[in-house]
């Protein structure tokens, strides 16, 4: 969920991140209807799946790309390592830990029997167990950080045995060697439990650290192709989003809504599920990578809001809407009041991650660059 500097902005994958980042904070306003069902529970619900897949894709192929040029290109050693680390978490951590602090202390504040949350504070909440209902939006943040370190960490190690020559090979083998970490630990799962629901998959196939990094990996994946096969990124872009398209849909209403491969196959539901969604979503990259500009006031918006996603995502779910829903009672509210509720929510969400940004991720970014 890392928005790229403003230089080298691309508008496709604005556009990608812009509408994670709304589909996720629309979703997850599905807890402010209690009453709501139907199709419209439905969407707000593949929303809130969705939005967070496409991230993990987005982020992959954004973090492909930088470690990609540092191995293949560049001499890849414990000082580039520590560069890299070192601005990863520059980028991610300070916002994380400050948002999980005030969590923690509301927490404290609020249920002061609450179990220890220490294990949050080194992504342990959910590596390989569910995810607990506290700060709940944070599952995904874990499996971005491990994924970033994991494929660090072995690009690290690889290259002290490369040669020069076979740097793109190696490249491949380990990111496919971490994609199938992930497969073979589901496999392990469904062949070990063979009856899950629809509670356990959400919490913990879908949650754990353990069996979503290849998710993070396909994005890798995708760069990889980019730039490996360039000539057919670009010109069948149209053709793989077609596909995308297809794959999509064929996953949320012929899998999804009609409920076909669910109840009578769950060994596809438990294993190739989650990749063939993220699947679809690196469909769209090859003509989204090469959407570069768009000029209009609705292209600001999106790019305004990409370069804001981070602190939305902190911010939205467990820190102001629980907020909202704890000193603002709407359990018996009347529709309108609903509605309303809702507008200040999202406008909410907007304002307080544009002040977050503007004097609290920007400066420390800054602050990054300069060190």
């Not at 396909?218 to 069948?236: D, E, H, P, T």
């Not at 500009?293 to 918006?301: E, F, P, R």
């Amino acid at each position: 969920m890392q928005p790229a500097g403003k230089l080298n902005r691309i508008f496709g994958l604005d556009l990608m991140r812009a509408a994670a980042i709304m589909m996720v904070i629309l979703g997850h306003a599905k807890w402010i209807y209690p009453n709501i069902s139907g199709v419209a529970s439905s969407l707000l619900d593949v929303f809130a799946f969705l939005g967070v897949e496409i991230f993990f894709v987005l982020s992959g192929f954004l973090i492909g790309k930088i470690l990609y040029q540092l191995f293949v290109v560049e001499t890849y050693d414990f000082n580039t390592l520590r560069w890299f680390l070192k601005r990863r978490w520059w980028r991610t951590l300070p916002g994380y830990y400050l948002i999980l602090s005030i969590n923690v202390l509301l927490a404290m504040a609020l249920f002061p029997n609450a179990d220890s949350l220490m294990e949050y504070f080194y992504f342990g909440q959910n590596f390989c167990k569910s995810m607990p209902g506290f700060f709940p939006e944070s599952w995904s943040l874990s499996v971005e950080e491990f994924s970033y370190l994991f494929l660090a960490l072995a690009l690290f190690f690889a290259s002290r045995l490369k040669s020069k020559p076979q740097t793109l090979n190696i490249f491949l083998v380990i990111v496919l060697g971490l994609m199938l970490i992930s497969w073979l630990a589901r496999m392990k799962f469904y062949f070990e439990t063979q009856n899950t629901d629809l509670v356990v998959w959400n919490s913990l196939i879908k949650s754990s650290v353990i069996y979503r990094l290849d998710s993070i990996y396909l994005g890798v994946l995708a760069y990889w192709f980019s730039v490996r096969l360039n000539q057919w990124w670009i010109r069948f872009r149209w053709i793989f989003a077609f596909l995308g398209f297809l794959l999509l849909a064929f996953m949320f209403l012929v899998v999804g809504y009609f409920r076909c491969l669910i109840d009578n196959c769950s060994f596809f539901w438990n294993v190739f599920y989650l990749p063939l969604v993220s699947l679809s979503i690196g469909f769209f990259l090859p003509l989204l990578s090469e959407w570069k500009s768009a000029q209009s006031i609705l292209s600001n918006w999106i790019e305004w809001v990409s370069i804001r996603s981070y602190s939305m995502y902190l911010l939205h779910y467990s820190l102001l809407l629980q907020m909202m829903k704890t000193f603002w009672i709407i359990e018996s509210a009347q529709t309108l009041r609903l509605h309303i509720f809702t507008l200040c929510y999202l406008l909410l969400v907007l304002i307080s991650s544009h002040f977050f940004h503007k004097y609290y991720e920007k400066p420390l970014m800054d602050f990054r660059d300069k060190s």
